[in-house]
């Protein structure tokens, strides 16, 4: 990516909306804001920065394109930390793109997709983490998602995060100080202490990875899918976590044969829920084809929960009991669910029990049971506990990684003092350390000479 000369794009969606916002950013901004700026009183350079300053935008020969109002930013405060400026004009599609193109032609070049933010970074701004949690909370879908990622800023993890990173380099700084001093009156890192220490951390790493179920959860959704054998029920509880008639729902076996998935809310977590074909043996063509693909779904290893559905008015047929053996191969987690309750129970829920311990029971036309289900999927993935403002859920795939890389060149630090090899451990935690302060795009290496001789004062 392109980090020089200055750059503009229209920050606001494409399409009509009352003003559009359209930022430019580098050290050509002051130039072409003279250009293309003519504010009601002064001239734009005497305007104050952080103030809306009102003024018409105007072409090469100084008649008006449009009129709106700029906000100056000075270089060193500003989001990207170069000079900026921000004009709002009036939101139609063509004003919006002669603006542009006014700004454009007056010396500045399109910024590239996520260069406002590249540069924030570049300049110190913002730190990965931070870019990554704006990246995620633009795609927020839920009000849960946008507490999680609004919090992740200066939340819980990252300052946990932090403290790890801080005791390890203390660990790090400890060993350093005394292999390269032994003739200072330095107490060594006993082989005990040190792994003990290093467990610790690992422990604490591993805490912070067990979120990550969690906070995909919230933010990305759980790949889930509703089974079960024809007319079992299946499209009625489909529609009654989306809130609409969605599926067709008919007393017909066989209704449903195209997958229908669907984003729906399960208290602070989302599913991304499919419907399916019911499963059974068929010789219709096209109903095949679908409980082929219904299949195919519930026993992919990308579905994480199946939602199983027996229908509790009926007697468990061969279907249902074939139904129940194959899913014991199924990867997801599978939720039992008998339904239809509001109906005499002819179903031999010992059976179910037998085979999965336990089940949920739920009725679509008297709601009975349904809440205490998605308390259930819910609990899943959170517990009631996790206050999503505290931003103490892992989120990003990028982050994970890197933490699982730190947890396990920690083991590898483990693994090398325990057989006898400590002068070794050294350059493990460095590269721990440096691999946990990726999370957030940190650098380490002069940081760890700094700790040393900030914490130490050796020889002196
Ligand atoms: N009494 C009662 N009837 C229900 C309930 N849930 C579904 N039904 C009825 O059961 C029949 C089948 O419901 P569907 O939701 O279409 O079942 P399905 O599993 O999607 O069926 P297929 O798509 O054909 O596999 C319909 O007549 C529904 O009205 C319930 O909780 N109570
Ligand atoms: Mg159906």
Redesign the pocket.
């Known amino acids: 990516m392109l980090l020089d000369g200055t750059i503009a794009a229209v920050s606001t969606p494409k399409g009509i909306g009352g003003i559009a916002v359209i930022r430019i950013s580098g050290e050509d901004t002051p130039r072409i804001l003279k250009k293309v700026f003519r504010p009601l009183k002064g001239d734009v350079a005497s305007c104050p920065v952080r103030f809306a300053v009102y003024g018409d935008i105007i072409d090469e020969n100084g008649h008006r394109i449009d009129s709106g109002l700029l906000v100056k930013f000075a270089y060193g405060k500003s989001f990207t930390g170069e000079e900026m400026a921000e004009i709002s004009c009036h939101g139609g599609v063509m004003v919006t793109a002669l603006v542009l193109k006014r700004v454009l032609s007056a010396g500045a070049r399109h910024a590239e997709p996520g260069e406002f933010s590249r540069r924030a970074f570049v300049n110190g701004k913002q730190n990965l983490a931070e870019a990554e949690a704006v990246a995620d909370l633009l795609e927020a879908k839920s009000e849960s998602a946008v507490i999680l990622l609004s919090n992740q800023k200066d939340g819980k993890l990252s300052k946990e995060i932090q403290e790890i990173a801080t005791r390890l380099l203390v660990l790090t700084a400890s060993l350093y100080a005394y292999i390269d001093y032994p003739d200072e009156d330095l107490q060594d890192v006993d082989d005990d202490t040190l792994v003990q220490k290093v467990r610790d951390e690992i422990s604490r790493i591993q805490e912070i990875l067990s979120t990550y179920r969690g906070g995909r959860a919230v933010t990305a959704g759980v790949p889930a899918v509703i089974a ?11 529609n009654y976590l989306v809130g609409e008639e969605k ?10 044969r195209d997958l229908l998935e669907y984003t729906v809310k399960v208290g602070r977590v989302l599913l991304t829920l499919t ?1 399916t ?2 499963l059974h043996k068929s010789d219709d063509l096209v109903e095949k084809i679908g409980i082929a693909k219904a299949e195919e779904k519930v026993f992919s290893s990308e579905t994480q929960l199946i939602l199983a ?1 027996f229908d509790s ?1 009926r007697r468990f047929e061969k279907n249902e009991l074939e139904l129940m053996e194959k899913l014991r191969t199924a990867p997801g987690k599978v939720m039992p669910i008998l ?5 005499p129970c002819l179903a031999d829920t010992e059976e179910l029990k037998r085979r999965f311990c336990s089940y949920e029971m ?4 008297t709601g009975d049971g349904i809440q205490a289900l998605k308390n259930k999927i819910e609990a899943l993935y959170l517990s009631s506990d996790i206050r999503l403002e505290d931003g103490g859920l892992l989120v990003n795939a990028r982050q994970f990684s890197c933490l699982e890389k730190t947890r396990d060149l920690l083991l590898d630090v483990v693994h090398t003092v325990l057989s006898g090899g400590k002068e070794l451990s050294g350059i493990l935690l460095e590269q721990a350390i440096a691999t946990l302060q990726e999370t957030d795009g940190r650098q380490v290496g002069e940081q760890i000479v700094q700790n040393i001789f900030s914490r130490f004062c050796v020889g002196k």
Do not use: H, M, R
Request: proline share 3%; glycine share 12%; no cysteine.
């Open positions: 079960g054998t024809p007319n079992s029920g299946k499209s009625s509880l489909f599926a067709i729902v008919t007393e017909v076996a066989g209704t449903t419907d074909a019911g559905l008015s339904t239809k309750t509001d109906q739920i009725s679509v036309i």
